[in-house]
């Protein structure tokens, strides 16, 4: 009986490494092709200024973007810097931790294709709302 | 007749469509995919472990969970206590969203609820050790805001990416 639990514990094993490795190293390959098609001087170039528009920019790119979460936070800074506005950055780096664009084909194969979509779509509208309301509130205090 | 690319999985076939980008863009310009690959061993290399600790967790859920214990904690069963347990396991995983579709895909089969893996994926965004760094550059009172709005908004993306999967699924059915 418990020697029964183990193999069937290890088969369980087995089949999610044959299912989920080839995704897996898929999707490390899209994310090294991006990060060498998309040089991070790239972002600094895609905002117009417009204060409607750049939020919506962000979000955009940020949801196309991949890699560390870190590289958002410095790309980020760097665009905070260069005079980008504070409401677009945070719709472009709350954008780029919580969607992913990259991972979908991994995210539908292995959790379902809706659920996939509905995540990755509810998130984005999500990302520009946290964005606006974190400047809104902020503004509150001072 | 079977479809061949049926047997194949779909698995198989998205890698090998990767792959076939990489045929043909090494076609066009051999240098970009010898440096796209440079970075795909650097981010293996650094995923490993992270995939050694996240396959140690499937093996012991399959060991010691069953759909009944799943369901109770996580599941439609686990009425108001699955909430923390999905936002805290959230913020303390670690490594890159995709290396936890395995598992999560293993609990859904044992009947995790949609709403709680929406909301695991979601709070992975909230990284603790990394939070000095947003502090530097977007400033504490920000990083709070942001933050806390992150784990609330967390809790709608959850509830609504359920309800709308299941409606899709009454209408499709």
Same mark, same amino acid.
């Given at each position: 009986?418990?020697? $029964?639990?183990?193999?069937?514990?290890?088969?369980? *094993?087995?089949?999610?490494?044959?299912?989920?490795? +080839?995704? *897996?190293?898929?999707?490390? *390959? #899209?994310?090294?092709?991006?990060?060498?098609?998309?040089?991070?001087?790239?972002?600094?170039? !895609?905002?117009?200024?417009?204060?409607?528009?750049?939020?919506?920019?962000?979000?955009?790119?940020?949801?196309?973007?991949?890699?560390?979460?870190?590289?958002?936070?410095?790309?980020?800074?760097?665009?905070? !810097?260069?005079?980008?506005?504070?409401?677009? @950055?945070?719709?472009?780096?709350?954008?780029?931790?919580?969607?992913?664009?990259?991972?979908?084909?991994?995210? $539908?194969?292995?959790?379902?294709? %809706?659920?996939?979509?509905?995540?990755?779509? &509810?998130?984005?509208?999500?990302?520009?709302?946290?964005?606006?309301?974190?400047?809104?509130?902020?503004?509150?205090?001072? | 007749?079977?479809?061949?690319?049926? =047997?194949?999985?779909?698995?198989?076939?998205?890698? !090998?469509?990767?792959?076939?980008?990489?045929?043909?863009?090494?076609?066009?310009?051999?240098?970009?995919?010898?440096?796209?690959?440079?970075?795909? #061993? @650097?981010?293996?290399?650094?995923? #490993? +472990?992270? #995939?050694?600790?996240?396959?140690?967790?499937?093996?012991?859920?399959?060991?010691?969970?069953?759909? %009944? !214990?799943?369901?109770?904690?996580?599941?439609?069963?686990?009425?108001?206590?699955?909430?923390?347990?999905?936002?805290?396991?959230?913020?303390?995983?670690?490594?890159?969203?995709?290396?936890?579709? +395995?598992?999560?895909?293993?609990?859904?089969? %044992?009947?995790?609820?949609?709403?709680? &893996?929406?909301?695991?994926?979601?709070?992975?965004?909230? %990284?603790?050790?990394?939070? +000095?760094?947003?502090?530097?550059?977007?400033?504490?009172?920000?990083?709070?805001?942001?933050?806390?709005?992150?784990?609330?908004?967390?809790?709608?993306?959850?509830?609504?990416?359920?309800?709308?999967?299941?409606?899709?699924? =009454?209408?499709?059915?």
């Amino acid at each position: 009986m418990e020697s $029964s639990r183990w193999k069937r514990a290890v088969r369980g *094993l087995l089949n999610n490494i044959k299912m989920s490795s +080839p995704i *897996l190293l898929g999707v490390l *390959l #899209l994310i090294g092709l991006i990060n060498t098609l998309v040089p991070k001087e790239f972002f600094s170039r !895609i905002f117009t200024g417009n204060n409607a528009l750049d939020p919506l920019i962000g979000a955009v790119f940020g949801s196309i973007a991949a890699g560390n979460p870190l590289t958002s936070y410095l790309i980020g800074g760097e665009l905070l !810097i260069s005079g980008v506005s504070l409401v677009a @950055v945070l719709a472009f780096i709350v954008s780029w931790v919580t969607i992913g664009t990259v991972q979908l084909p991994a995210e $539908s194969l292995m959790l379902g294709r %809706k659920f996939a979509l509905l995540r990755n779509g &509810i998130s984005f509208l999500m990302a520009i709302a946290i964005a606006v309301l974190t400047v809104l509130i902020s503004g509150l205090f001072g | 007749m079977k479809n061949p690319l049926k =047997k194949i999985g779909a698995n198989w076939l998205f890698l !090998i469509a990767v792959a076939l980008l990489y045929l043909f863009l090494g076609l066009w310009n051999l240098q970009i995919v010898v440096s796209a690959l440079e970075v795909f #061993l @650097v981010l293996l290399k650094k995923m #490993l +472990p992270i #995939l050694g600790v996240v396959f140690a967790l499937v093996f012991l859920s399959n060991l010691f969970l069953n759909p %009944k !214990i799943v369901s109770r904690y996580l599941g439609k069963g686990s009425n108001i206590r699955g909430w923390p347990v999905a936002i805290v396991a959230g913020i303390l995983s670690m490594g890159p969203i995709y290396l936890w579709y +395995p598992l999560l895909g293993e609990l859904k089969a %044992k009947g995790m609820r949609d709403a709680l &893996i929406a909301v695991f994926l979601y709070n992975r965004a909230v %990284k603790i050790p990394l939070i +000095p760094m947003m502090i530097y550059y977007f400033g504490l009172r920000v990083v709070v805001i942001v933050t806390g709005l992150m784990i609330l908004f967390s809790i709608g993306n959850g509830l609504i990416v359920e309800r709308l999967v299941r409606k899709e699924g =009454k209408t499709g059915a």
